[in-house]
């Protein structure tokens, strides 16, 4: 088990926003969290990234509570993209840099730069790698910001929203870089996800969260017509377009 949330119950000054969450998450799931504006979805990342601290429940990464590991520790293991990330002035290549941050004692190995320089490959950001970060479009740093993650090489990659700025072919390209990095590495992702018909093309593993609280998780045997407009308020139908499995709001 990569990562286990018991009994994670969040509150911000008065409101408690989320409830009673338990699930785990194994190597080589691609966990989808899916839910309407508000539902708590960010939040529960960020408690699961240790950004927010949970006042009821534990999260364990690897078997360890997270709130036990080092800064350095659990940067190896977890690697969070927010939903906005700053754009400072630093080239894109130091900004992927930095994902190696947590395994340099001095200065950059010969590794590192490696490292980096096949996130940036991986997203194909060669060409983007002298410019500055704040010269870059919205959708542009979203994938730096995936490449850092990337090079941070994580057991958990923990995405909030990583596709929200992308082209329709963009879009396609990071689902499916999330999913091979998840194969080929063994490693596990939990991915904040508005649009139903990538999550279900990409993800195998799905989490319905709906006013603060699990709706449902599961596999796809979850992502019924009824599940989604009990949680989305809108009436679908789930069909297939060839192999593609796809949700159309009717
Ligand atoms: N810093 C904060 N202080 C107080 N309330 C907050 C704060 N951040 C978020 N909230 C509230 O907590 C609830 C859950 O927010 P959260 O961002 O987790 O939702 P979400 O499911 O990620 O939404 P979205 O899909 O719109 O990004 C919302 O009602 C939001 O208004």
Known sequence: MILTVEGL????????????????????????VLGTNGAGKSTLLKC????????????????????????R??????GYVAQRNESVRTTVFDAVLLGRKPY???EASQKDLEIAREALQM???????????????????QKVAIARAMAQKPELLLLDEPTSSLDLKNQLEVAKIIKRAVKDRHIAAVVIMHDVNLAIRFADKFLLLKDGEIFTA???????????????????????????PVVVPV
């Open 73 to 78: 520790e659990l940067a190896k293991r977890i």
């Open 48 to 71: 699961m990234g240790r950004v927010l601290k949970p006042y009821k429940g534990t999260v364990y990464v690897g078997g360890d509570d997270a709130l036990s590991l080092g800064r």
């Open 218 to 244: 599961g596999g796809i045997e979850v992502m019924t017509a009824g599940n989604i407009e009990d949680v989305y308020s809108v009436r679908v139908q789930v069909g297939r377009i060839g192999d593609v």
């Open 123 to 141: 997203l194909e950001l060669e060409k983007y790698s002298l410019r500055y970060l704040n010269e870059l479009s919205g959708g542009e740093q």
């Open 104 to 106: 340099i004692q001095w």
């Open 9 to 32: 119950s969040f509150k911000y000054p008065g409101r408690e926003v989320i409830r009673d969450a338990n699930f785990s998450v194994s190597k080589g799931d691609f966990l989808a």
